[in-house]
């Protein structure tokens, strides 16, 4: 099972938004949100908490494809989140995240007992390539024990 399926059988709101998973790597992970007139704004864009989720959702896959080995003695968890709404979204959008910190150096800091944390940073465009909005995720890995 992918991530993106995996996502998609354990959190609702994924189904929810019918979020679409295009790709899923350790550095990078692509969703689409698509055109859903049930989920749109009074102008007729996706609306905020649609297009924050499906960052949020992004960023989530990014963290589970380069952190999943760890899940045995950590748990990732979101730690804040800050978006900035750059131009008018309408019709599909799609959210890039991208960690921000190697992942050698997340890992040797849970190595050395420590709870380490992480940015990663999502940008979302429209078709056009036009960036709608820009998100900032951090993330803690926080130890089992």
């Known amino acids: 099972m992918s ?7 354990t959190v609702p ?6 979020l679409e998973y ?3 790597t350790p550095e990078r992970a692509v969703l689409s949100l698509p055109d859903q007139g049930e989920f749109h704004n009074h102008i007729g864009g996706p609306h905020a908490g649609a297009m924050f989720t499906l960052a949020e959702s ?9 952190f999943g080995d760890q899940l045995s003695r950590a748990v990732p ?4 989140a800050e ?3 750059r131009k008018v979204a309408l019709g599909p959008v799609t959210a890039t995240a991208t960690l921000g910190r190697p992942i050698a150096d997340v890992v040797a800091e849970l190595d050395a007992g420590g709870r380490p944390e992480f940015p990663v940073a999502v940008a979302i465009t429209r078709g056009d390539g036009a ?3 820009e998100m900032t995720v951090v993330w803690t890995l926080r130890p089992n024990s």
Not at 13 to 18: E, Q
């Open 131 to 133: 960036v709608t909005g």
């Open 83 to 85: 978006i900035a709404y």
């Open 3 to 9: 991530i993106g399926e995996m996502l998609a059988a």
């Open 22 to 24: 295009l790709e899923t």
């Open 13 to 18: 709101m994924v189904r929810t938004l019918n």
């Open 77 to 80: 968890l979101a730690v804040s």
């Open 58 to 66: 992004a960023s989530g896959a990014v963290v589970l494809a380069a």
